[in-house]
Nanobody
Framework: QVQVVESGGGSVQPGGSLRLSCAASGFTLDYYAIGWFRQAPGKEREGVSCISSSGGSTYYADSVKGRFTISRDNAKNTVYLQMNSLKHEDTAVYYC??????????????????WGQGTQVNGSS
């Protein structure tokens, strides 16, 4: 069973940093693309960043380019999202999601089948 678990959320002052982790359970991460999504109250879930199964392709939403970095460590079965220069508008629940690499086309929620429970990020403590 494909499961992913997020960790690393919290509250930081504007300009601060957090690193989110997405740990895979029950499957080998090597063959899966991973996406990070976020949902703020009253808003739709949006794609933040995605990484292909090989790590050779990455996508970033315009709002986070230059501030967030996605990376993967297949040996640890984990994908990371390093978030720097956090802003108030980054406040949201952040979700990671997995899809088989052969199915990955766009960094949108409908592409991903397996979702974590989410971790809260507050950029305005």
């Amino acid at each position: 069973q494909v499961q992913v678990v997020e960790s690393g959320g919290g509250s930081v002052q504007p300009g601060g940093s957090l690193r989110l982790s997405c740990a895979a359970s029950g499957f080998t991460l090597d063959y899966y693309a991973i996406g990070w999504f976020r949902q703020a109250p009253g808003k739709e879930r949006e794609g933040v960043s995605c990484i292909s199964s090989s790590g050779g392709s990455t996508y970033y939403a315009d709002s986070v380019k230059g501030r967030f970095t996605i990376s993967r460590d297949n040996a640890k079965n984990t994908v990371y999202l390093q978030m720097n220069s956090l802003k108030h508008e980054d406040t949201a629940v952040y979700y990671c999601a997995a899809t088989h690499g052969l199915l990955f086309r766009l960094c949108v929620p409908s592409t991903f089948a397996s979702w974590g429970q989410g971790t809260q990020v507050n950029g305005s403590s």
